[in-house]
């Protein structure tokens, strides 16, 4: 007869099973976020996080996968300019990837992805679906460490090739910045600034120097473009050229 775990004893044998493998891959977990990473090149990491919840009955385990690179210099211009959005990586220095998206988008199959673990499941089973977790570990991961070139990271960010965040748009200016192509990356953060601003309900009403509050941008425009998307890169591109022309 299968053992039924609990609720915490399967989570519990997912993590121990994941990161044993992981630890023989190289990755160092961070005891803090729960996020394992591996150094690629002098302040550059591949990340991986697993997003793990039970369905509404309680008898299944989903883990979402997600990677991730993490671009150092990107990292530290970053936070002190988006200092609202910091997720601290005690071990690693930085606070958030630069670019990440779901493992499947990285795989042959390029659709979402995730991992289900009965709680009736045999251990054989449940070895064998960890067997293909890593394995799509290890697939994308050389994808990842491409990102360590910096040209081919910024393609990537550009053409959204890895990524379903709001950062990627605000953070490949902020690569260009770091390549030494300041002008660029000026011209870069203001297209991306147009592209995201919404219409205002007043077509007629001057659009305010700036923002008091994420409401005041909310209350000004319509909703065909998310206005507080919009405050966020409004936030970002009066900061990155404040500070850095």
Partial sequence: MLKKYSNKEIKRKFYDSI?????????????????????????????IYFDCHFNK????????????????????????????????????????????TNIGYLTARNTYLNWRFSRSMGHLSFEFKILTLILSVMQTGFQIRRYCNDGMLLKAMKNHKIGLQITNRLKAPLLLYVMGHEKEAFDLASHYLALQRPTPKNLDAQEPEFYNSQQEAWNFFKRDKDPITYYNYRLFHTRFLKDNR
Avoid: C
């Fill in 19 to 47: 990161a044993q493998r992981l630890l023989l891959l190289g990755y160092t977990k961070d005891k803090k976020t729960s996020v394992f990473y591996k150094r690629f090149a002098v302040e550059k990491y591949g990340t």
């Fill in 57 to 100: 009955t309680g008898t299944h385990l989903h883990v979402n996968p997600t990677v991730g690179f993490l671009h150092g210099k990107v990292e530290e211009l970053w936070h002190k300019l988006m200092p609202e959005y910091r997720i601290d990586f005690p071990m690693l220095r930085y606070d958030t990837t630069t670019v990440q």
